[in-house]
């Protein structure tokens, strides 16, 4: 297997290569415009593995070696640094880190959305445009707004005309977004029953196939952290820390790591709460002391950690609560 560790700019890249059977290494510098990149790739034999930082403008070239049947791995690009120690930072030697990474089973690999997962980020916004336009006219119906009763209602709203132009361009491209969703949620729903820690996850209320798939791509090989805090910290799910003098002061939330998947995590918390007792029971608990802004992310965390212990001890949900109750393991992930 050819192992590549990308640094990848907006005009070229350098990559360094390492050939698992043979041995056979190497490095080169490969420029973008000339259709270099694309030969490149091509002449390579499967299975190819590349790994590069997350950046932008990069969409393309993900789309080209995964056309080529080559499988690319998006990594944390502060956390990439992190591990690097050196002083002296060049393209080879940064093509050369990701590699070593890599090789090592460090690389710290992001879950990046798919095509489902933009569509239905602008599926989220298109809504939240319907929503302004019904309370801009007084109407507040929040997720009834999307019954037939709400979609009747919405229809009837006297609007002026530019405002009545932008309802009918926006519902004509929620019904389009409804209906690619749709057929991509059967294919997410068909992947996550073939994966088999995505199905064990399901098993707890709250997660489906988009959070349950999302997160064991993200996390990877539970093995690489020892308690469920590392988990929290890695996906930004705890509060930032500046204590000084034995004085210790919390803050928000870090919001380091994946957004995509944090986001999934609030989702997923927020149904749990409505069929998980012991969820439900630490979020009114928290209702009382802050907002619930702030308890449905103390329960994504909670849930966080034990979706870790749940892929580390191979246990399905509700024995993993009864595991949690009498050997501590939410209170060690909470720690």
Not at 249 to 274: C, D, F, H, P
Not at 283 to 310: D, P, T
């Amino acid at each position: 297997m050819i192992i590549i560790g990308c640094d990848f700019h907006p005009s070229w890249q350098q990559v360094s290569w390492l050939d698992t059977e043979t041995g056979d290494c190497g490095e080169r510098k490969v420029v973008h415009v000339s259709g270099e990149a694309k030969m490149f790739y091509q002449q390579l034999g499967a299975p190819v593995l590349i790994g590069m930082e997350a950046t932008g403008n990069s969409q393309w070239f993900v789309e080209l070696v995964e056309d080529l049947g080559h499988e690319i791995w998006i990594g944390d690009a502060a956390q990439i640094r992190a591990s690097y120690v050196r002083k002296q930072k060049t393209d080879k030697r940064d093509a050369a880190h990701i590699l070593k990474l890599l090789l090592e089973g460090r690389f710290p690999r992001l879950w990046m959305p798919d095509r489902e997962h933009k569509l239905v980020i602008i599926r989220s916004r298109v809504k939240n445009e319907l929503q302004h336009l019904s309370m801009n006219k007084g109407v507040q119906k929040k997720r009834t707004l999307w019954s037939q009763a709400g979609q009747k209602m919405l229809r009837e709203l006297a609007l002026k005309p530019w405002a009545s132009c932008r309802r009918e361009d926006l519902l004509g491209l929620l019904a389009m977004l409804n209906q690619q969703i749709g057929k991509l949620d059967e294919a997410v729903q068909h992947a996550a029953e073939e994966n088999p820690q995505a199905k064990l996850l399901m098993t707890q209320p709250g997660v489906g196939p988009n959070t349950a798939l999302a997160y064991v791509l993200t996390i990877g090989d539970v093995s690489r952290f020892r308690r469920g805090k590392q988990v929290a910290s890695y996906l930004g799910l705890i509060p930032r820390e500046e204590s000084s003098g034995g004085r210790q002061k919390l803050g928000a939330i870090t919001k380091q790591g994946n957004r995509m998947l944090r986001s999934l995590l609030v989702e997923a918390a927020q149904v749990a709460v409505m069929h998980d007792p012991g969820l439900r029971k630490q979020y009114l608990h928290r209702c009382h002391q802050k907002a619930k802004a702030v308890a449905k992310v103390a329960v994504a965390r909670k849930l966080a950690v034990r979706l870790y212990w749940m892929l580390r001890t191979n246990v399905a949900y509700p024995e993993i609560v009864r595991i949690e109750s009498s050997s501590g393991l939410a209170l060690v992930g909470a720690s």
